[in-house]
C-alpha cells in the first residue's frame, strides 16, 4: 500500500505574500464588518476597547511586522525544504474555498477533486475589480504569472472517494474545477511550499467559513481518518504527503485557542477543541478544521510532529490579523 511518509500544516494568509507596507490594505475590511470572537460578534471599535489591556501598538510598529515576517519567510523555507527533501511522490491537500470557485448557489461540506488536470489561471479584470480591499496584491503570491496546470491524481483519488463513501462521507466528487482559478488555499501550497514545482496531486476541500452546512470539529476529525483508509487501501508503492493550508485564528488572532490547537496535535485528540463549540470556528478562524483532518491523521499514524513557529502577525489595535502557524509531521 501507499505510505504516508510526511505531513505539514502551513498558514496561507495574505500577509505571508505581500510586503508588511502593505499589511495596513485590509485595515479597511477589518473596520467596515462584524468579527466572529470567542463566539460572538464584534465591531472593530469594539474590539479596540475589549482587548485594550493586550498592548497590540508595541506588535504593529514597523520593526515588530518586518521581524514577524522575516520569522514566517524561514519557516516557510524550511518547510519547502523538508518537503523537497522527502521525495515525495503524490500529495493530498486539506484546503478551503472562499467562493474562488463555488458560490451561494452550490457549496458542498466536503469535495474532492479526481481530475486530470488542475487549473490555476489569472483573474479576469472583472474578478479584480469584485475584490475585497488588499486582496488583489496578494494574487501572485498563489498564481503564477501567466497561470498554471498542475497534475491531478485521479486514481488516489477515486480511491479517497471510494473509502469517504464507504464511511458515510457524502462527498462531491469534482473532475473539473467549476472556475478556471484554483483556490488560494492550493495555490499557496503549489507555489510556495512545492516551489511551482509540483507533485500531482488531490486536494479536498472542506467548507469551513459559510453555513449552514459547516462540518463540525468531530466530523473534520473523522473525515481525516477516512481520508487515511483511502490512501493505505491505494494499491502504491507511492510516498505519500498530507498537508493542511490555512488558519490559524484570524481575522481576529486568539493565542489562546492557537495554543490549544498544539496541545490538542501534542495530546493526540481533539475533545478539548470540539468542546469550544462551533461558534468559535467561524470567519478566518473556521481554517483551523482544514488542519484538523490531518491531525486526526497523524495521531492515528503515529507520526511525531514538530512546530517549526507560531507567528501571531497582528495588524491593528484591535488584534487583527493572522496568526501563523507552522508544523511538520514525519
Not at 57 to 83: G, K, P
Not at 85 to 113: C, H, S, T, W, Y
Request: glycine share 8%; with cysteine; proline share 6%.
Amino acid at each position: 500500500m501507499a505510505e504516508i511518509v510526511l505531513g505539514i500544516g502551513t498558514s496561507h494568509g495574505p500577509m505571508l505574500v505581500t510586503d508588511t507596507s502593505q499589511w495596513a490594505g485590509r485595515l479597511a475590511f477589518d473596520q467596515s464588518v462584524r468579527h466572529a470572537w470567542r463566539g460572538g460578534s464584534w465591531s472593530y471599535d469594539q474590539l479596540v476597547t475589549e482587548r485594550a489591556d493586550q498592548n497590540f501598538a508595541a506588535r504593529i510598529t514597523s520593526d515588530a511586522m518586518i521581524a514577524h515576517s522575516q520569522r514566517c519567510t524561514h519557516a516557510l523555507d524550511r518547510l519547502a525544504e523538508i518537503f523537497e527533501e522527502a521525495k515525495i511522490d503524490v500529495a493530498v491537500i486539506f484546503g478551503n474555498d472562499q467562493m474562488e470557485i463555488f458560490d451561494e448557489r452550490l457549496i458542498p461540506a466536503f469535495g474532492v477533486f479526481f481530475g486530470e488536470t488542475i487549473t490555476n489561471y489569472e483573474f479576469t479584470p472583472e474578478r479584480m475589480a469584485k475584490l475585497p480591499p488588499g486582496v488583489g496584491v496578494s494574487l501572485p503570491g498563489y498564481i503564477p504569472l501567466g497561470g498554471a496546470e498542475y497534475a491531478g491524481h485521479p486514481e488516489l483519488a477515486r480511491s479517497i472517494i471510494d473509502q469517504a463513501m464507504a464511511d458515510e462521507f457524502d462527498v462531491a466528487a469534482m473532475k473539473e474545477l467549476p472556475k478556471p482559478e484554483t483556490p488560494h488555499a492550493f495555490g499557496f501550497v503549489y507555489r510556495r511550499i512545492m516551489r511551482d514545482r509540483p507533485v500531482p496531486s488531490v486536494p479536498l476541500l472542506i467548507n469551513t467559513f459559510y453555513p449552514p452546512n459547516q462540518p463540525s470539529v468531530k466530523r473534520c476529525y473523522n473525515f481525516g481518518k477516512s481520508v487515511l483508509r483511502g490512501i493505505e487501501n491505494w494499491k502504491s508503492d507511492a510516498r505519500v504527503a498530507v498537508l493542511a493550508s490555512g488558519g490559524l485564528t484570524h481575522f481576529v488572532i486568539d493565542e489562546t485557542i492557537d495554543q490549544l490547537f498544539f496541545k490538542a496535535i501534542e495530546e493526540r485528540g481533539i475533545a478539548r477543541l470540539a468542546d469550544l463549540g462551533e461558534a468559535v470556528f467561524q470567519d478566518g478562524t473556521s481554517e483551523l478544521k482544514n488542519w484538523i483532518p490531518l491531525a486526526g491523521m497523524m495521531a492515528e499514524l503515529g507520526l511525531g510532529h514538530q512546530i517549526i513557529d507560531y507567528v501571531p502577525c497582528y495588524r491593528s489595535e484591535a488584534g487583527t490579523g493572522n496568526a501563523m502557524g507552522f508544523v511538520v509531521w514525519q
